[in-house]
């Protein structure tokens, strides 16, 4: 069974908060290809975009219906795409890393935004039956103005249409994905996670999606390899300025070819 948690958000409802423009399509095209492409009786997709995505509901949504529900054979595709914002409480050798939920005050950080470092983990700690767990963040922790981040009050002081081919549906059940938990994020600490007005999407989004639907070999590709060419794709067309960030531990861990598959 493959388990997808889809969060997107555009709009804030603290008013201090800047809307984004394409981030709710990204978690919105995710959720798409997920249901085009998965059998219907072997996935569960829960998409939270813009009001739906309150900081209770994420964490109850992974942290408690998800750690009730899994097993130890299924896959589990967590998706964030929104502003992340540092925040800091002594010095900026100690900021946090925030995902900015709707109900996100700009000014509490600490307690309305969801901590990368801690609560975070922790929710995904709680998932301890699936063997492979994937989560995409397409944001940024650069305290730099633009992009998918803002600077929380405390940082400042211191620093003074997807159309579905004709395939088959994707079985899950005579796959080996391997086991695993990682996390991919958007770009390094000091750079802006970037939207493109030409192709919809963050650009760390369109070409997890373009990478996603790849023609391949197999049923399967390496987890690893995804990475891969997410990385290079990202690096390459922004010119360096956004590289992707790989954090986790894989025993040959694969993902179901969600594009074209031929024989090699």
């Not at 502003?83 to 309305?112: C, N």
């Not at 690096?235 to 993902?255: L, M, V, Y």
Request: glycine residues 8%; proline residues 3%.
């Amino acid at each position: 069974m493959l388990h997808a948690v889809l969060v997107g958000i555009n709009r804030y409802s603290d008013p201090n908060i800047r809307c984004l423009r394409y981030a709710r399509a990204d978690a919105e095209a995710l959720a798409k290809l997920v249901e085009e492409r998965v059998h219907p009786a072997e996935r569960r997709v829960r998409l939270l975009v813009d009001g739906e995505a309150t900081k209770q509901r994420v964490m109850v949504e992974i942290g408690d219906t998800l750690h009730r529900i899994t097993a130890e054979d299924d896959l589990v595709l967590l998706f964030f795409a929104g502003h992340g914002s540092p925040e800091t409480s002594t010095s900026l050798l100690d900021a946090r890393r925030y995902l900015i939920m709707h109900d996100t005050e700009r000014d509490k950080l600490f307690g309305t935004a969801i901590d990368m470092e801690r609560e975070l983990v922790a929710l995904v700690e709680r998932l301890d039956k699936p063997a492979l767990i994937l989560l995409f963040v397409d944001t940024c922790f650069s305290g730099r103005s633009g992009g998918r981040t803002f600077e929380g009050p405390r940082l400042r002081e211191l620093r003074a249409d997807r159309r579905g081919a004709a395939f088959s549906l994707i079985s899950l059940k005579s796959l080996k994905l391997g086991k695993g938990r990682g996390i991919i994020t958007a770009c390094n600490d000091d750079q802006v996670a970037r939207e493109s007005k030409e192709c919809g999407h963050g650009i760390f989004t369109d070409l997890l999606l373009k990478v996603l639907t790849k023609p391949r070999g197999s049923e399967t590709v390496s987890v690893l390899t995804l990475c891969q060419e997410l990385v290079e794709g990202v690096t390459s067309s922004t010119s360096g300025k956004q590289i992707p960030i790989i954090n986790g531990r894989f025993e040959d861990a694969r993902f179901p070819c969600m594009g074209e598959t031929h024989e090699e």
